[in-house]
């Protein structure tokens, strides 16, 4: 019996050492030595360009997903990043933003904020219209919180902020058909009330106004569905959109109207690229723009007709448990799934990863190890000395044993404390080169140190369908290899609050209500405060292990040489200034 197991550990180790070669081949060369790591930091963030720009033009745009984009086109229902894409060109939020991801006058609108930092007074600028023309109001900014207040709404953005709006709480509950707390000052002024001065006013406050008059006539519970929102969605951006092939691509025409004048570029032509194709798209011009796949960081950088801009993202990727369920009709997580109540099991399986290993031989460090669950994009608030989960398979081992997770029947796994087999159901999405030899690495990790993990369904799920299954509580998903866009509002309470619906973990915690409510108090104006505060949280979240944190990521983009302005710089609204200074793509 013996044997059995030590062969079975073995192989594990055998396999993992194997996956992190395979993982490092370049193209259909499968190398035995991996490849160096790369200096992800010295990507430029702005597009070098001294070339004359000429008129118009069209930018070709590649979406870089294994999936289709759901069509879910506004911003207060979109929730996968395909989505926010095709977003980014058609519509924007009210208030611009700064380096700092504060909210500034550089905008669609303006703001004060009163002398007890409870009420926002936003001003839209007269000449801000939609892309059909109509006005873009006081209204249409009421109108986004009456529909994310209401019951009838499904999705999302109905977070913490919303809440505390004075007067939402009887709305929400249909006592109301008003929002007391919001006032039309006149067609373009309203005024938002809190019940509390919050300093994510400034920079996770709502500004996505919805189109009232063009969206009248569909019920609440029917927009995410109508085709107002899916076929032919309009918005207050730089381009417009003159053709959708749902899930496929969509053209873009400039908007001449655009609030800051019309853009350089003639019009946009976005199309879905699969990621196995992203830099041969580059290449050989069929794209101008695109993301692309670490695994292809070499083909990139050997490109002569690209610059790589790059920065660190505001993302992290996970590994997360299902402790419970989301109960719609309370809005509120349970947790009260009992499977990986005892945070020993947690931590183990979080001991048995080598991130670092990961980061630089598969992702060639444009990953790198994760130790707590705000990025280092917030550097103010990233707390490094969290030491996170470095790799020890002794120390993983020792807590199973002390959790009473033993190996009794000698077949090379642990059954639980109470003597019944315990397999570990993961689901894992695909989306790249790597991604089913990472999801057998974080598999093989596991079963190295006694547990019996296994793919669900034995296969990799495909993006709409793996966050179906996430966001549905599947009962066949135990764990899940996840990754979130934070957003530039630091308040993590959208993700971890007990009321959240993206808390796909469903985990609950006294301490964590306590601090996320410190970390918005009028007390966190205070910037030492509310570093504090989010450092206590971020501990807190390692400690009780709900999620691993694995993965910070460099957001790495290929563009066209003939691409004049494109910027990564925070908070920078340079669409309308991207131009191109030749007819074809350089090749």
């Not at 809190?194 to 029917?222: D, E, H, R």
């Not at 400690?543 to 563009?559: F, H, S």
Request: hydrophobic letters at 35%; aromatic letters at 10%.
């Amino acid at each position: 019996m013996k044997k059995v197991k030590t062969i079975s550990k073995v192989i594990s180790a055998l396999a993992i050492s194997s996956l992190l070669l395979s993982a490092c081949s370049t193209g259909n060369k499968t190398s035995t030595k991996p490849a160096a790591k790369v200096d992800a930091s010295a990507f430029p963030l702005k597009m070098k360009n001294d070339n004359k720009s000429i008129q118009g033009g069209i930018l070709k745009y590649g979406l870089i997903s294994d999936t289709a984009f759901e069509g879910k086109l506004n911003a207060n229902f979109f929730e996968s990043s395909p989505d926010s894409d095709v977003l980014q060109f058609f519509d924007e939020q009210l208030l611009g933003t700064d380096e700092n991801y504060m909210y500034d006058q550089s905008g669609a609108a303006t703001y004060e904020l009163s002398n007890d930092n409870k009420t926002i007074t936003i001003k839209i600028k007269d000449n801000v219209n939609w892309s059909n023309g109509d006005p873009v109001t006081a209204e249409d900014l009421e109108y986004t919180y009456l529909v994310v207040g209401n019951k009838d709404y499904t999705s999302v953005r109905y977070d913490s902020l919303m809440q505390q709006v004075v007067g939402m709480a009887d709305y929400h509950a249909g006592k109301t058909d008003k929002i007391s707390g919001i006032k039309i000052i006149d067609p373009k002024t309203i005024s938002i009330t809190f019940t509390q001065a919050n300093p994510s006013l400034l920079t996770g406050l709502n500004t996505n106004p919805m189109p009232k008059k063009y969206l009248a006539n569909v019920p609440i519970a029917k927009l995410v569905s109508s085709d107002q929102i899916r076929k032919h969605p309009i918005g207050f951006g730089p381009f417009k959109i003159k053709n959708i092939v749902p899930g496929e691509s969509v053209e873009f025409v400039a908007n001449k109207d655009y609030w800051k004048g019309a853009p350089k570029l003639d019009g946009v032509l976005l199309k879905v690229v699969n990621p196995t194709v992203a830099t041969a798209s580059l290449e050989n011009g069929n794209l101008d723009v695109a993301d692309f796949p670490a695994e292809q960081i070499d083909k990139a950088r050997s490109l002569k007709n690209i610059e790589i801009l790059g920065k660190v993202d505001l993302a992290y990727d996970y590994i997360g448990f299902k402790l419970g369920h989301y109960d719609a009709k309370k809005e509120l997580n349970v947790m009260d799934n009992p499977k990986f109540q005892d945070k020993r099991v947690r931590e183990a399986m979080a001991y048995a990863i080598d991130t670092k290993e990961i980061g630089d031989k598969m992702y060639r460090g444009l990953r790198f190890a994760a130790n707590t669950v705000i990025p280092p994009s917030f550097p103010k608030y990233w707390d490094k000395d969290v030491k996170g989960f470095t790799k020890d398979v002794n120390k993983a081992k020792k807590l199973l044993d002390e959790a009473g997770y033993k190996d009794t029947n000698g077949d090379g796994f642990r059954e639980d404390p109470n003597g019944k087999p315990f397999v570990i159901n993961f689901l894992a999405k695909s989306g790249s080169d790597i991604a089913q030899p990472l999801a057998q690495l974080y598999i093989q990790s596991w079963i190295a140190i006694g547990l019996n993990a296994q793919l669900v369904d034995g296969r990799l799920a495909e993006m709409n369908s793996f966050y179906d299954r996430v966001e549905k509580d599947d009962p066949k998903v135990d764990v899940f290899a996840g990754a979130w866009g934070t957003g530039s509002d630091p308040d993590p309470s959208g993700l971890w609050s007990k009321d959240a619906m993206f808390n796909y973990q469903r985990w609950t915690n006294a301490e964590n209500d306590t601090l996320l409510q410190e970390g918005t108090s009028p007390k966190a104006f205070d910037s030492k405060y509310r570093v504090d505060v989010y450092n206590k949280w971020q501990q807190l979240i390692h400690d009780e292990v709900p999620m691993i944190p694995t993965l910070y990521r460099y957001a790495t983009v290929g563009v066209n040489k003939r691409v004049k302005g494109w910027d990564l710089t925070n908070g920078k609204n340079y669409l309308p200034d991207v131009s191109l200074t030749s007819e074809n793509p350089v090749k």
